[in-house]
């Protein structure tokens, strides 16, 4: 089984970047697709960025397009989340989950079965 820890998470002014990293154990990640999610405080959790077991494919929620990246490292058994030109309303919890498949990512919640504990991002205005 694999285990997900997100690191990198932190405040930042709006405007500035932060890079997250979701590192895996337990198994390699080559076999996953990963998806970064977030949840605001009352919101429900949404997707935010995907991409499939290579990187070939990638996908974006609309409000992150053309502002964040997301890519891997199956060497290093990691997925990150680069985020640039940050808003306050990017404030949230982010996640990063895996879901074993040589398909495409999801931007389901219920399509992952493995799931990090989260970091927090704050942005301020």
């Known amino acids: 089984q694999v285990q997900l820890v997100e690191s990198g998470g932190g405040w930042v002014q709006a405007g500035g970047s932060l890079r997250l990293s979701c590192a895996a154990s337990g198994r390699t990640l080559r076999n996953y697709a990963m998806g970064w999610f977030r949840q605001a405080p009352g919101k429900e959790r949404e997707f935010v960025a995907g991409i499939n077991w290579s990187g070939g494919s990638t996908g974006y929620a609309g409000s992150v397009k053309r502002r964040f990246t997301v890519s891997r490292d199956n060497d290093k058994n990691t997925v990150a989340l680069q985020m640039n030109s940050l808003k306050p309303e990017d404030t949230a919890v982010y996640y990063c989950?895996?879901?074993?498949?040589?398909?495409?990512?999801?931007?389901?919640?219920?399509?992952?079965?493995?799931w990090g504990q989260g970091t927090q991002v704050t942005v301020s205005s």
């Open positions: 989950a895996a879901r074993e498949t040589s398909g495409n990512y999801y931007d389901r919640v219920d399509s992952y079965d493995i």
